[in-house]
Nanobody, 120 residues
Framework: QVQLVESGGGLVQPGGSLRLSCAAS????????MRWYRQAPGKERELVAT????????SYADSVKGRFTISRDNSKNTVYLQMNSLKPEDTAVYYC?????????????WGQGTQVTVSS
C-alpha cells in the first residue's frame, strides 16, 4: 500500500522557520518526482516546489524562491521542505505529491497534508 505522511507543521512567528517532512512507502521512491503544494482557505491549491528523482533538479514558485528549499533523501524515502523567513501569507495546509509518468500511463500519490500557520 502506498503512503505519504507529512509532518513538521505548526505555528510560527513571522520570520521564523519550519522544516516539513514527507515520508513515503509502498513504491519506488527514487523513481518519482516529488512536489510540495499548499492550499490556503478560499484559495486554489498551488505548487510550491518540485524536485526530481536524483535531487539534481529543483524548481520553486516565485513567492517562495530564496526562502524555501526542497530536498530529498532517497535512502530514507523522504522529501523535505525547509521554510525560512516565513510570512503570514505562507499560512496554508502543505501537501506532498509523488508522481511518475511512463509510456502509456502515470502514477500519482498525495499525502494528507500538514498545517502551517504563520502569525504573531
Amino acid at each position: 500500500q502506498v503512503q505519504l505522511v507529512e509532518s513538521g507543521g505548526g505555528l510560527v512567528q513571522p520570520g521564523g522557520s519550519l522544516r516539513l517532512s514527507c515520508a513515503a512507502s509502498g513504491f519506488t521512491f527514487s523513481t518519482y518526482r516529488m512536489r510540495w503544494y499548499r492550499q490556503a482557505p478560499g484559495k486554489e491549491r498551488e505548487l510550491v516546489a518540485t524536485i526530481f528523482g536524483n535531487g539534481g533538479s529543483t524548481s520553486y514558485a516565485d513567492s517562495v524562491k530564496g526562502r524555501f528549499t526542497i530536498s530529498r533523501d532517497n535512502s530514507k524515502n523522504t522529501v523535505y521542505l525547509q521554510m525560512n523567513s516565513l510570512k503570514p501569507e505562507d499560512t496554508a495546509v502543505y501537501y506532498c505529491r509523488a508522481s511518475r509518468t511512463l509510456f502509456g500511463g502515470t502514477s500519482d500519490y498525495w499525502g494528507q497534508g500538514t498545517q502551517v500557520t504563520v502569525s504573531s
